[in-house]
């Protein structure tokens, strides 16, 4: 697990704040703070087409319950910890960069674009629900989504074969 010589760990890691950073506008409540919980939540909001996608497997520590998540709010957990570390001047190792702490998984600023792309579509789909407006657009999404072997992506980023 090395990086190319143009990045540093730190180059990394800044990466990995930005894109939590987008995550979070797509889950911004009106009048609250954006956080881990409003993140987890509008991911969960998400209908996935693969069962093992749908399946909640995996423990989420935050608040007082831990629900037990999918593997993209699983992932998203992942990130949202490497940003802290990061940004908190936490001790970081090049592990920290992978999801599971696994070097043999895409690292996470490319996984973080496939989570972006899965927080896109929850927030797309729950303006059409609210509005009950813009449905072609929301449906267009979703039919990317379907054509671009998203959930394959995902799989792979969590060590599961499509």
């Not at 180059?11 to 990995?16: I, K, L, Q, T």
């Not at 609210?130 to 989504?145: I, K, S, T, V, Y």
């Amino acid at each position: 697990a090395s990086l190319p010589r143009s990045d540093s760990i730190h180059e990394r890691g800044s990466r990995v704040a930005l894109w939590v950073s987008a995550i979070e506008i797509l889950a911004h409540p009106p009048n609250a703070n954006a956080n881990l919980g409003t993140v987890l939540n509008l991911l969960d909001e998400l209908t996935w087409n693969d069962a093992r996608l749908r399946a909640r497997r995996y423990v989420v520590r935050y608040g007082n319950n831990p629900p037990r998540r999918r593997l993209v709010g699983k992932l998203y957990r992942e990130l949202y910890q490497a940003r802290n570390d990061f940004l908190h001047g936490n001790d970081v190792s090049i592990t920290r960069l992978f999801p599971f702490e696994d070097v043999a998984l895409p690292a996470l600023p490319r996984t973080a674009a496939f989570i972006y792309k899965a927080a896109l579509l929850a927030f797309v789909a729950g303006v059409r629900d609210r509005r009950r407006r813009r449905a072609h657009a929301a449906q267009e999404l979703q039919d990317l989504w379907e054509a671009g072997g998203f959930e394959e992506c995902l799989l792979k980023a969590g060590g599961i074969e499509p």
